[in-house]
């Protein structure tokens, strides 16, 4: 495979990856462009390269940019706004983490402890009561972890993730 088909292939294929990450498509492709390409691009050149809309692309670099997993630049004299990505992949994972925690996981602990001290007098209510707790314990356990991994030094957990896939 040459580069050319190397690089068209790996950006599709990560716009594909996007949905199940639960990024759009066209984000999940100008991030993977950005990612593979040496210089900064503005819009005109992602949208260029990746036959996409202007609105689909600019929705998408702000996206990019609130999860961090973009840089903007604005050069002197240069009225096009210039992008580029984060390149360590440990910060990229870092963000992509901390923003599926407070997405996904933050609103779901938040919710169970609004049913914490519900009490269980019945059948039901009692089934009702040990299922919070489950899910309350996982969530919280599962929110820890993330904290934990968020906080470690990525020279340590790149060791120790390797060691258990060995």
């Known amino acids: 495979m040459d580069?050319?088909?190397?690089?068209?292939?790996?950006?599709?294929?990560?716009?594909?990856?996007?949905?199940?990450w639960g990024i759009s498509r066209?984000?999940?492709?100008?991030?993977?462009?950005?990612?593979?390409?040496?210089?900064?691009?503005?819009?005109?050149?992602?949208?260029e390269a990746l036959q996409i809309s202007r609105g689909s692309a600019c929705m998408s670099l702000k996206s990019l940019l609130e999860w961090?997993?973009?840089?903007?630049?604005?050069?002197?004299?240069?009225?096009?706004?210039?992008?580029?990505?984060?390149?360590?992949?440990h910060q990229v994972f870092r963000q992509i983490i901390i923003h599926r925690k407070h997405q996904e996981l933050e609103p779901?602990?938040?919710?169970?402890?609004?049913?914490a001290y519900v009490e269980g007098h019945c059948e039901d209510s009692q089934e009702f009561c040990d299922v919070i707790k489950d899910i309350r314990l996982f969530a919280n356990k599962a929110d820890s972890t993330l904290d934990t991994l968020l906080?470690?030094?990525?020279?340590?957990?790149?060791?120790?993730f390797m060691a258990l896939v060995k």
């Open 68 to 89: 961090k997993l973009i840089h903007k630049d604005c050069q002197d004299g240069c009225r096009k706004e210039l992008y580029t990505a984060e390149k360590d992949m």
């Open 26 to 47: 066209s984000k999940a492709q100008i991030h993977a462009l950005l990612l593979i390409t040496p210089n900064e691009m503005n819009v005109d050149e992602i949208m």
């Open 3 to 20: 580069f050319g088909e190397a690089k068209n292939t790996f950006i599709e294929r990560w716009g594909e990856l996007g949905p199940k």
């Open 108 to 115: 779901l602990v938040h919710m169970m402890d609004d049913y």
């Open 151 to 160: 906080n470690t030094n990525p020279d340590w957990f790149v060791r120790s």
